[in-house]
């Protein structure tokens, strides 16, 4: 919660119609103080934007969804930096949001970029609030920090472009996500720039599902002339090679494939899969880095973009 230069525990105590030494105590969270005027008097304080310097509490806002592999590796590293910088967290989702008002919470962090639920969030609590992977700009009071979709895409063309790869096929999930639609835009934007002959977009949702589906295309496309497929979407990416090995297409014989990294499985499963990787720990930095400074008043990015990393493995190799 920050500071306004015009509120004080005066100004909390008179919209409550207290003392300021209870409002005091309630802040600090004394056992002589009620639960209820506790919860009160935050949620005054936290309206008014008053900032309380004691150790700092952060809540994580992550999905509804089972924790998943996404969640572990942005989390591990963003719990690390806080408990080095003495500062302590908690996790929550939609269904215990009534918590925060009753915490002594100074942020918010955002995970939940599927919902955009940021917005909401930046619309209901006075505090600082830092998304990553969230789209910038959709709320004045809401912060972004996100993967650099173009850095990536970048990346991964030219990888193919230098192996002699001249038509490449990308599938991806779907474009309702910031990060999807970043990534299929940042395709086409690069396919009528990279100059190294056709290159061709198609849309395909990727799951246990569709093995039919993701086959036939794949059968069209090397009736074509495609040799290499850009699969985006980290588990996506994963589904792909093991409905094309267990088709018997042969990576990268028949088809040159890259992905977005699943940490910890698209490099143990065969063939290795070349990625580009969302940089988890670059982005927790760079997200507490703006936390810290909307705490100090410092002035802070309105928007942060991440480079990805890049792993070159079996899944590509040069053009025959």
């Given at each position: ?6 509120r004080s525990i005066a ?272 982005l927790a930095e760079r ?18 973009t991440v480079p990805y ?12």
């Open positions: 919660m920050r500071k306004k230069s015009d100004d909390i105590a008179a919209a409550l119609g207290i003392s300021a030494s209870t409002v005091s105590r309630a802040l600090r969270q004394l056992p002589s103080i009620s639960g209820k005027t506790t919860r009160m008097v935050l949620a005054e304080a936290q309206r008014q934007g008053y900032f309380i310097h004691e150790r700092k509490n952060v809540v994580i806002v992550r999905s509804d969804a089972p924790m998943g592999w996404y969640d572990a590796s942005i989390l591990n590293p963003l719990c690390t930096r806080m408990s080095r910088d003495n500062i302590t967290w908690e996790i929550v989702n939609s269904q215990n949001f009534s918590l925060i008002p009753e915490r002594l919470v100074h942020g918010i962090i955002s995970l939940d970029f599927r919902d955009r639920r940021s917005l909401n969030l930046a619309h209901n609590f006075n505090l600082p609030l830092v998304a990553i992977n969230e789209a910038p700009c959709i709320s004045e009071k809401a912060y972004a920090v996100h993967s650099d979709a173009v850095h990536g895409m970048t990346m991964a063309m030219n990888h193919l472009k230098n192996l002699g790869h001249k038509k490449v096929l990308f599938l991806y999930q779907n474009s309702e996500t910031f990060c999807s639609c970043a990534r299929l835009n940042a395709f086409r934007s690069i396919s009528r720039t990279i100059g190294s002959g056709v290159w061709q977009a198609e849309a395909l949702r990727i799951n246990k599902d569709t093995a039919e589906g993701l086959l036939a295309r794949v059968a069209a496309a090397k009736d074509g002339g495609f040799t290499a497929l850009i699969v985006e979407g980290e588990s996506a990416g994963v589904a792909a090679c093991n409905h094309l090995v267990s088709a018997g297409y042969r990576i990268p014989e028949d088809f040159s494939l890259l992905c977005w990294e699943t940490p910890g499985i698209s490099d143990l499963i065969m063939p290795g899969i070349t990625t580009v990787e969302q940089d988890f720990t670059a997200a507490m880095d703006i936390m810290e400074a909307l705490w100090k008043d410092d002035e802070a990015p309105f928007s942060v990393l890049f792993h070159q493995r079996d899944s590509t190799a040069a053009v025959h």
